[in-house]
């Protein structure tokens, strides 16, 4: 099994987001400590703004990455939290890829919904690239062979 998906994902679901909140919370704490936030309610309107676009942005982009996919053939092997799944790819329905996110992404419509959903979404392994159009490589291969797999399903 060859694992497709990003090493580094766990500084962008666990340690970012402790940095983000984490500098927040220290700049309301500073501001109400100073009086700061007594004189102006900006010092603390605009951390709370922050911090509510900060958790919708990574609940829609982030967190609902899974942690590790490995590629095994006609098959996906996926772990999120504890939790495996053996994912055919004779039950993806469609591959689409982000190539303008940070992190980039690729996600599965599942035919049958499994334990992850309908869609489950995962950050590929990347090289480095300068060509910002550039296709993911994982993205492709996993399209062409979803699409293989489909044909042989429906014979």
């Known amino acids: 099994m060859q694992r497709i998906s990003s090493k580094s994902l766990f500084i962008t679901k666990t340690i970012f987001p402790v940095i983000w909140f984490g500098f927040l919370g220290f700049f309301v704490f500073d501001a109400v400590m100073n009086g700061a936030a007594t004189k102006d309610p900006l010092f603390l309107i605009v951390p709370c703004v ?90 492709e291969d996993l399209m062409v062979r979803v699409d293989q797999a489909r044909l042989q399903r429906s014979r």
Do not use: C, H, Q
Not at 57 to 85: A, C, H, P, T
């Open 50 to 139: 922050m911090a509510v676009f900060g958790f919708v942005m990574m609940k829609k982009m982030v967190w609902d990455l899974v942690d590790e996919v490995y590629d095994d053939g006609d098959s996906l092997f996926i772990k999120n939290r504890g939790v495996e799944e053996r994912l055919p790819l004779s039950n993806v329905m469609n591959v689409s890829a982000s190539i303008f996110m940070n992190p980039p992404r690729i996600s599965l419509r599942l035919v049958t919904p499994g334990k992850f959903g309908s869609v489950v979404s995962f950050s590929p392994v990347t090289p480095f690239s300068l060509n910002p159009f550039a296709k993911n490589a994982v993205a």
